[in-house]
Nanobody, 123 residues
Framework: VQLQASGGGLVQAGESLRLSCAAS????????TGWFRQAPGKEREFVGT????????YYADSVKGRFTISRDNAKNTVYLQMNSLKPEDTAVYYC?????????????????WGQGTQVTVSS
């Protein structure tokens, strides 16, 4: 499966963005899908994940209550709605698929990765 993340950009603190992760080559609906981010000079950080059915989600404490992951399996797309953005949310955001469905926050368990989309939040 090939993943394409999009929707990043430059926003001010407090604003919102919605990222999309579109899949091709296979149905995204069979995969748990996660979002990760990496800021300059920092390690890749788990953001959240959504089960293949969309009924289960799991978030990092740093984004809980501000970010929401959803999916539209008919469109083969997973979304990351980011509200109340903070400067510390600035990073390249990646989506990835987890065939096992059990990797959670462990990036090593994810099988396929998109190329990333830049999110910059100014203060």
């Amino acid at each position: 499966v090939q993943l394409q993340a999009s929707g990043g950009g430059l926003v001010q603190a407090g604003e919102s963005l919605r990222l999309s992760c579109a899949a091709s080559g296979d149905s995204l609906s069979i995969y748990t899908t996660g979002w990760f981010r990496q800021a300059p000079g920092k390690e890749r950080e788990f953001v959240g994940t959504i089960g293949w059915s969309g009924r289960s989600t799991y978030y990092a404490d740093s984004v809980k209550g501000r970010f929401t992951i959803s999916r539209d399996n008919a469109k083969n797309t997973v979304y990351l709605q980011m509200n109340s953005l903070k400067p510390e949310d600035t990073a390249v955001y990646y989506c990835a698929t987890d065939l096992s469905g059990y990797s959670g926050s462990n990036s090593a368990g994810y099988d396929y990765w998109g190329q990333g989309t830049q999110v910059t939040v100014s203060s």
